[in-house]
């Protein structure tokens, strides 16, 4: 039986060089985040139980192609990962579901799959996973800068139990891109939540 692995569902994953030294920051709305050459840098802070750090590093991604598919713009990234742009908002193309939805008000349900074997803290288990908006005009500030973001959960918890479990918590802006996301997981799954890994926009280039 498949697993549906923790990670999996994480938002989007950042694989590949270091940082480049220079970039160009552009005003939002002004340029199209899914061209070509477009670029962003991210730092990665992973963090032990007690919430010291474990270590930090630095990822980037970069827009490797797109194309029409289907009357939709299909982003290929450098990472090999694909995804959509549609009317709804953003489709992520590995799992095949609406990953972020604009425009959108609080708590729309982005996705929800019941009684699915999922894996948190090493222990395979049948779990709830769930996608929805958490905030709308959201202001984060990242070493990129400040952004009006979507705030968006995905929780597991298990079956027919309100009680959560893992939960990523990611900060988009349809004129940027990713921001900032966050992963939080329990010990022998059992409440509270701690961040074992933080993601956040230090640099982006735009055409």
């Known amino acids: 039986m498949k697993k549906y692995l923790f990670l999996f569902i994480t938002s989007l994953c950042v694989i590949g060089c270091d940082s480049d030294s220079t970039s160009t920051n552009v005003t939002p709305g002004v340029a199209d985040p899914y061209v070509t050459g ?64 604009y425009p959108a008000k609080e708590n729309d349900t ?3 799959r019941t009684s699915v074997p999922v894996e948190v ?52 802006s349809p004129n940027i891109g990713l921001i900032k996301s966050e992963i939080y997981t329990t010990s022998s799954l059992r409440p509270p939540l701690y961040i074992i890994s933080k993601k956040e926009l230090i640099r982006y280039y735009l055409q």
């Open 121 to 172: 803290d090493n222990q395979v288990f049948a779990g709830d996973i769930s996608r929805y908006v958490s905030k709308v005009n959201d202001i984060i500030t990242t070493p990129a800068g400040t952004f009006s973001t979507f705030q968006y959960y995905s929780d597991i918890t298990k079956a027919n139990n309100d009680t959560v479990l893992s939960r990523v918590i990611d900060n988009f």
């Open 110 to 112: 982005l996705s929800s």
């Open 38 to 101: 477009n670029y962003w840098i991210y730092q990665i802070t992973t963090f032990l139980p007690d919430g010291s750090i474990d270590a930090t590093h630095t990822d980037s991604i970069a827009v490797f192609t797109t194309r029409v598919n289907g009357g939709n713009k299909l982003i290929e990234y450098s990472d090999a990962h694909t995804e959509q742009v549609m009317n709804s908002g953003i489709w992520h193309s590995g799992p095949g579901e609406l990953w972020y939805k």
